[in-house]
């Protein structure tokens, strides 16, 4: 199988501390690949490393390099917008945009540059298809996106990072506040979405790691082991 991104010899400092030490790791093609570790291990700062979350935090330091798709993702011209429409991410407590459940899907797809309203209802559609949540809102697509559950608005946020056709979904600990239901919808969506994605997802429950990933990763105090 080939890898979609490469990771190699990768070390990160926050300031002074080193957070992840000489990481390398092959994440192959439209597979799910699930990292796991205890608390504190380096899981998630690794995860964001993949689609340069970690430039937004004062102090960090990275060395070595992450390939996508044979390019250094830290190279000097890299485009870091368009870099994270490619790779795209799904955070642990869910964030919809106080606005509709529409727009919070349509937002990605207009700030690149989408105004066309057919060419936008067929991506909200297809989005929100994609996350198995369709059927629950295609009646209140106006309303906001607030109101819906816990595990509606984490299905919503996948839905969201879909719209703008991602290579690669990045999920930190995306089930960890939900319930046993929701999570197991998000479980489901994780499996499936692989037919067309790239999924890389943070978890510290190993029996979720068995169930969906086709690779596991176990980090450390910031190495792979």
């Not at 979904?169 to 960890?176: I, Q, V």
Request: glycine share 8%.
């Amino acid at each position: 199988m080939e890898a979609i991104l490469s990771a190699g010899n990768l070390d990160l400092y926050y300031g002074q501390t080193q957070a992840l030490k000489g990481v390398s790791i092959d994440i192959p093609a439209r597979e799910v690949t699930a990292l796991i570790g205890p608390s504190g291990c380096g899981k998630s700062t690794f995860l964001k490393t993949l689609n340069r979350m970690n430039d937004l935090v004062p102090g960090v330091r990275i060395e070595g390099e992450v390939l996508y798709n044979g390019e250094n993702i830290y190279g000097k011209d890299v485009d870091v917008t368009r870099l994270r429409k490619q790779i795209g991410m799904v955070f642990q407590k869910a964030n919809p945009f106080p606005m509709s459940i529409y727009d919070n899907i349509a937002y990605g797809p207009r700030t690149h540059g989408i105004r066309n309203r057919a060419k936008l209802d067929d991506i909200v559609e297809r989005s929100l298809r994609d996350a198995a949540i369709w059927d629950e809102v295609k009646d209140r697509l106006n309303k906001s996106a607030l109101g819906l559950s816990g595990g509606q608005q984490q299905r919503l946020c996948i839905a969201r990072a879909l719209a703008v056709e991602p290579d690669v979904l990045l999920m930190d600990e995306s089930t960890s506040a939900l319930d046993p239901i929701s999570t197991s919808k998000i479980e489901e969506l994780a499996m499936e979405l692989k037919s067309r994605y790239t999924v890389v997802m943070v978890t510290h429950n190993m029996q979720q790691a068995v169930r969906v990933s086709d690779m596991t990763a176990f980090f450390l105090l910031g190495e792979l082991v």
